[in-house]
């Protein structure tokens, strides 16, 4: 069974997003949860789990952060909320969020999610062994090696298989510094196109922006394992998921829209790779390229 | 009433070989931190060798301190192949403790060295005291605090559990959470948390927004977008740190020359034992900052310790000269009768140059050369060739192992 995760911004987006055929939907809100489209009230993620739910689908809700003492201590109440909620799973990436979790005893199922920093079977059998039901893979694998860690292990690898990737996340308001140095003032938030260039690479462009949590620059490069989700499925990697941090409304939901369909065909044998690439490309925002990271390179090209 | 502090903490620094590691320990480090041939993050730093390492471990136990090994590689698949022969020949050499971070490693060398302590690297980046209790219970004795952390939440730490704090108080900083970069790895497909760091956050870039399709640049003045972070030090604010509850003052730097950790062992050393012998009368010594500002690389900063970073924690602009000192000659030995000291050379120096001798404990004195000799005793105007040996009239009693810097 192939599950369909993506990010959702609000409820009438959620709405579209399981009208679509998402499974899951992936929700979350400052300060626990990292890079999200829109950061939900836990009103408005509740209200959100009540539709998902009677509509016989789940929502994870991330929270993923890397916590401080001050969130930490504001934790037990919103994992609490969350169990009252009968939120499905949430992600988490920092280990005293798994402590805090235990202390608890909350009936709350979880993934980590700890960004690059989930390389290996060995390391997903250990969180595993802390009580996690699955983890979320760093984009910076291959997809012989995630084929290789998924046949290890029982619980499911989570592959983005489309979307921007966090390539850096600082504790510092980067672009606000930038400003100052120069004496003035300028965009920082997420949703004003803010991007960086290395000038030796022309066709670079990282997205940038600030929040809550610092300043978090991005790929230049969407991921796309299209043209791959046969060979996923073939090898057990069938937990998708779709990041709409960078891409809002229909235009992302048109995006899952075309995910799903492909996963129907290719549990009814009819998936052509070639037709769904191109029409992918074509629902693609101009100014974002699409790639497929470092899926397809050899483990060995990376060192 | 003098109020000593009983339970100094431990002046930590970073040894890049054999080498480093004695002068570390010779000038006042409690304990060093290695790497070994393989699991750790600096590929291109001098790496130990098992024979190495136990030549280490012996020098450093007969002097009191201790030898942590840095395994902080983030693994993928195979990576973590031959760790357990690793560890357990680490526990066998009586290494004092592995710095690790990823929890496939640590499963490995519970499992192959019990009772080799384990750190917790600052790669795992822990910010919160509930995160300290979470690897405590998984048996480790320390955790390096991220570099993300303030003062305050340190004291809060300490209020909440007992495992070990190490905290960084000198050196290069990671821009971003450390582990949490992979700037090198899409960059120039050099992994970050595998020893690949290519430094991709000093470069210079250029930064613009997007409107309907077209570029407008936000560079200001000419000056290009970076998030060169400025190094950290906290020599000035010692005593916070101490009385937050932080039980090892960790050095950056298993790159750096035997002149820069030499030189900065030797001013916390000096700090620390001043600060804990009598904290109420404790007054900041200015030799202390004039010292590490001979050997600092880049401007310096207190990082996150009193607040997030402002510009003035970062590098733009044109960056400015800090006066160099280079490592002239190391002092092999000395005759208290002529006052002449036998020098081996580690760069040209001659008859004339104003030079300084400094030597563990905080010694120093400055003086001209004035005359200098060859092996065969014969007089020479200057020291060329590397790793000559030379003799010259000092000013002051020097001891082997002093060093001779010049500007």
Same mark, same amino acid.
């Given at each position: 069974? %192939?599950?369909?995760?993506t990010?959702?911004e609000?409820?009438?987006?959620a709405?579209a ?7 899951t939907?992936?929700?979350g ?6 890079r ?5 009230s ?21 929270c ?7 969130q %930490? ?16 799973t ?11 979790l ?42 012989k090696e ?55 690479n ?6 940038i922006?600030?929040d ?14 299209m ?12 937990t ?25 065909? %290719?549990?009814?044998?009819?998936f ?15 100014h974002?390229?699409l ?10 090209d990376?060192h | 009433m ?8 431990e ?5 890049g ?7 570390a320990?010779r ?14 993050? @600096?590929?291109r730093?001098g790496n130990f060798?098992?024979?190495e ?22 693994t ?9 022969? /690793?560890?357990k ?19 490995v &060398?519970?499992?192959?060295?019990p009772?080799?302590p ?7 980046s822990a ?8 690897w405590?219970?998984?048996g ?17 730490m ?5 495992i070990?704090?190490?905290? /960084?108080?000198?050196?290069?900083m990671c ?5 949490? &970069? ?8 050099r ?10 956050? @000093?470069?210079k ?15 200001r ?41 030499s ?27 004039e ?5 600092a ?8 310790y ?21 490592f002239?000659a ?5 005759n ?14 001659g ?14 004195f400055?003086?001209t ?8 005793g014969?007089?020479?105007?200057r ?8 003799t010259?009239?000092?000013?002051a009693?020097v ?9």
């Open positions: 069974m %192939i599950e369909l995760i990010t959702a609000s409820y009438q987006q709405e997003l399981l009208d679509a055929g998402a499974d939907l992936y929700v809100g400052h300060p626990f949860g990292l999200l489209p829109n950061p939900l836990i009103e408005e993620i509740g209200k959100i789990v009540t539709y998902a739910h009677r509509r016989g689908k789940k929502v994870t809700v991330a993923n952060a890397l916590m401080h003492n001050e %930490i201590e504001k934790l037990p109440l919103y994992l609490t909320r969350l169990a009252e909620l009968e939120v499905d949430i992600t988490i990436g920092d280990p005293g969020a798994i402590f805090v235990k202390e608890l005893q909350l009936p709350l199922k979880f993934f980590y999610d700890a960004g690059t920093l989930v390389t290996s079977a060995e390391q997903i059998a250990f969180w595993i062994g802390q009580g996690a039901s699955g983890a979320v893979a760093a984009r910076e694998l291959t997809l995630l084929i290789a860690m998924q046949q290890k292990l029982e619980q499911p690898i989570e592959v983005q298989v489309y979307g921007p990737t966090c390539i850096h996340q600082s504790g510092r308001p980067l672009l606000t510094n930038y400003y100052h140095y120069t004496g003035s003032d300028g965009p920082v938030t997420k949703d004003q196109g803010l991007y960086l260039r290395d000038p030796k022309e066709e670079s462009q990282y997205p922006f600030e809550e949590d610092g300043t978090h620059i991005f790929s230049t490069e969407d991921l796309s394992l043209g791959q989700l046969k060979v996923m499925h073939e090898q057990g990697l069938n998708w998921k779709l990041d709409g941090v960078l891409l809002h409304g229909e235009a992302f939901v048109r995006v899952a829209a075309l995910f799903h369909e492909a996963r129907l065909a %290719i549990e009814s044998g009819a052509v790779p070639e037709s769904f690439c191109n029409r992918l490309a074509k629902l693609q925002p101009e974002r390229p790639g497929t990271g470092f899926y397809m390179k050899n483990p060995e990376v | 003098m109020n000593m502090i009983e339970k100094k903490p002046v930590l620094a970073p040894a070989n054999l080498e480093k590691l004695k002068m320990i000038y006042g480090a409690d304990a060093v931190y290695i790497g070994g041939q393989a699991f750790g993050l @600096r590929s730093a060798t098992y024979e390492m136990t030549e280490g471990v012996t020098f450093a136990h007969d002097r009191g301190a201790k030898v942590y090994v840095a395994a902080n590689m983030v993928h698949e195979g990576d973590a192949k031959g760790a357990d022969v /690793f560890f020949t680490l526990k066998d050499i009586r290494v004092d403790a592995v710095i690790v971070s990823d929890p496939a490693l640590i499963v &060398c519970a499992n192959a060295a009772g080799l384990i750190h917790l690297s600052t790669q795992a910010t919160n005291y509930k995160t300290l209790e979470f405590k219970s998984m480790l004795e320390r955790v390096v605090l991220a570099r993300e952390v303030g003062i305050e939440e340190i004291r809060e300490r209020r909440h559990t007992d070990e704090i190490e905290a /960084f108080v000198h050196g290069a821009i971003a959470y450390s582990g949490r &970069c992979t700037l090198s790895n899409h960059m120039v497909n992994d970050a948390n595998r020893g690949g760091c290519a430094q991709s956050c @000093r470069w870039y250029d930064l613009f927004e997007m409107d309907g399709g077209k570029e407008e640049s936000l560079l003045d000419d000056e290009p977008f970076s998030m060169s972070a400025v190094d950290l030090s906290m020599l000035h604010h010692l005593p916070d740190m101490i009385d937050a509850g932080v039980n090892s003052l960790k050095i950056e730097g298993r790159m750096k020359s035997i002149h820069y950790v030189t900065v062992a030797n001013v916390y050393r000096n700090v620390v034992d001043a600060y804990c012998s009598d904290p109420e009368h404790f007054t900041f010594d200015p030799a202390w900052d010292e590490i500002w001979k050997v690389q880049r401007d310096l900063s207190t990082g996150f009193y607040g997030v970073p402002t510009e003035k924690e970062q590098l733009f602009g044109k960056v400015r000269k800090i006066p160099k000192y280079t002239a190391q002092v092999l030995d000395y208290p009768d002529t006052h002449i000291a036998t020098l081996e050379q580690r760069n040209n120096f008859v004339g140059e104003e030079v300084e001798f400094y030597g563990p404990g905080f010694a120093h400055k003086q050369v004035r005359d200098l000799w060859n092996e065969d014969e007089p020479i105007d020291a060329p060739n590397p790793m000559m040996t030379v010259m009239t000092v000013d009693a001891e082997p192992y002093f060093l001779m810097r010049k500007k």
